[in-house]
């Protein structure tokens, strides 16, 4: 198993609360935003998230534009965070060649 399908797995992990409804990370009051951010290649917002004290619930609540214009993502960063959080989108599973 490659370090990529390890970090997949934590994300996987990480993210369960959320494959459901959104109210399901409301439910869950400590959710990890930063290690999701870090395992989506978006740890450049980590900091900024913490600071702002972005948690699950208030995540599933922002919308594209509030990303790019307040936390300076780009468009297709803002929507992989997005279809992450709300539509429970995962990257999916490097294959590795033998």
């Given at each position: ?16 609360s959320i ?5 399901d990370v409301a439910?869950?009051g ?7 951010l870090n395992?989506?290649h978006?740890?450049?917002y980590v900091?900024?998230f ?6 699950g619930?208030?995540?599933?609540s922002?919308?594209?534009?509030v990303l790019t ?19 429970g989108?995962r ?6 060649t033998?």
């Open positions: 198993m490659s370090i990529y399908d390890l970090k997949l797995a934590g994300l996987y992990n990480i993210s369960r494959l459901g409804r959104s109210t439910d869950n400590r959710f990890k935003v930063g290690e999701c395992l989506l978006l740890d450049a900091d900024q913490h600071r702002m004290d972005v948690d619930q208030l995540l599933v922002l919308s594209a534009q214009s307040d936390f300076n993502f780009s468009q297709f960063e803002a929507i992989k965070l997005m279809k992450f959080a709300v539509d989108w990257p999916l599973k490097r294959s590795t033998p």
